[in-house]
């Protein structure tokens, strides 16, 4: 699939460019652009499908290397730029200097901050705050994203990174999605022996927190590593505040 459609996205970027002559009506090249933009969806939904589907099989294979954290969070701030300021969102890092080095795979580290990171821009209305965080805590670096956006009801958190399951409000509902995103970090957190945590309250936002083994994972499990479910969600009250909703992975 991904063949094609990198044919379809290639050839109607260069149409873009006008390459093979100019548009004569303005409506020609709005179109293409959509031919273009629908094919890089589908492109990433396959590509996720296809990772998901590796970890379920434990089939993903991981190459761990040491690199710093900053530089994974800096190439995803320069990928996530223009999305964040398309709805004048501060999109923001806050990396301790005690962050460090990390070894883990880079490119699922990078899937994982891109996905969190672009979730957090797409739920977060204009104008919002979106940080990205870590510090080093012992032997595991944690790391959050943490937005001022829509937050998360209760009643949804059950459904919280399951395959192709999206929350449905009358927000979400005007966004594109296949629920694949946080199912898929789910999994590469999982491979790297890590945890995720997710807090949220309705109407201010919601920070996802992992922690990952700076040193790496120790070793395999003999059985398949996957998404796996988790836990039912908690109410946790905070000093004068609502209470907050609180998931663990």
Not at 120 to 135: E, L, Q, R, Y
Not at 142 to 154: K, L, N, P, Q, S
Not at 169 to 186: A, M, P
């Amino acid at each position: 699939l991904r063949t094609p459609l990198n044919a379809i996205i290639g050839f109607s970027d260069m149409l873009l460019h006008e390459m093979f002559g100019t548009f004569k009506d303005p409506r020609q090249k709005e179109y293409v652009g959509l031919v273009k933009e629908s094919g890089q969806h589908l492109l990433a939904v396959v590509t996720s499908i296809l990772d998901v589907s590796r970890i379920e099989a434990g089939a993903y294979a991981t190459e761990p290397e040491p690199f710093r954290f900053v530089e994974a969070v800096e190439m995803c701030q320069s990928m996530m730029r223009l999305q964040a300021e398309a709805k004048n969102i501060d999109l923001q890092a806050q990396i301790a200097p005690d962050a460090g080095e990390i070894n883990a795979d880079r490119r699922a580290v990078q899937q994982i901050l891109i996905n969190l990171v672009s979730n957090a821009i797409k739920f977060t209305p204009d104008g919002g705050d979106v940080v990205v965080g870590a510090k080093r805590i012992g032997s595991r670096l944690h790391f959050w994203i943490r937005d001022t956006g829509i937050g998360i009801a209760e009643e949804d958190f059950a459904n919280l990174g399951k395959p192709f399951m999206q929350i449905q409000n009358d927000y979400t509902r005007r966004f594109e999605g296949t629920g694949l995103g946080l199912s898929l970090v789910k999994g590469l957190v999982a491979l790297h022996e890590g945890t995720m945590s997710i807090e949220s309250m309705p109407g201010e936002g919601t920070t996802v927190t992992i922690s990952l083994p700076v040193n790496g994972p120790k070793g395999r499990s003999t059985d398949k590593p996957g998404v796996l479910p988790m836990p039912a969600a908690k109410a946790e009250t905070k000093g004068d505040r609502h209470g907050s909703l609180r998931k663990t992975a």
